[in-house]
Nanobody, 121 residues
Framework: QVQLVESGGGLVQPGGSLRLSCAAS????????MGWYRQAPGKQRELVAS???????NYADSVKGRFTISRDSAKNTVYLQMNSLKPEDTAVYSC???????????????WGQGTQVTVSS
């Protein structure tokens, strides 16, 4: 019913930039929060950035000032602009859409397949 497809990952040198895209399709009317998560080998998945239907954003402390989440509603696409990349940013980045009925309570969630980001010399 709902499909999220990420793109834009790849290999980049430290200090470089990448722009990830998440294209959504299907029955999207109820989704009111989109987010980017990442998971590195041997570590738990963590929230990188999120954006609400009203445009409110939040970021993990580790990426504040370097990453920017944005959306293009006409294209049903969410972006993650990543600048000043560090080796510790290396991970699989996944897109998530969710239906929230409160600040922290959700009833539905959908995940993309993930895209690999590798920061290395």
């Amino acid at each position: 019913q709902v499909q999220l497809v990420e793109s834009g990952g790849g290999l980049v040198q430290p200090g470089g930039s990448l722009r990830l895209s998440c294209a959504a399709s299907g029955s999207l009317f109820s989704i009111n929060r989109m987010g980017w998560y990442r998971q590195a080998p041997g570590k738990q998945r963590e929230l990188v950035a999120s954006i609400t239907s009203g445009g409110t954003t939040n970021y993990a402390d580790s990426v504040k000032g370097r990453f920017t989440i944005s959306r293009d509603s006409a294209k049903n696409t969410v972006y993650l602009q990543m600048n000043s990349l560090k080796p510790e940013d290396t991970a699989v980045y996944s897109c998530r859409g969710a239906v929230y009925i409160g600040a922290t309570v959700y009833t539905r969630e959908y995940w993309g397949q993930g895209t690999q980001v590798t920061v290395s010399s």
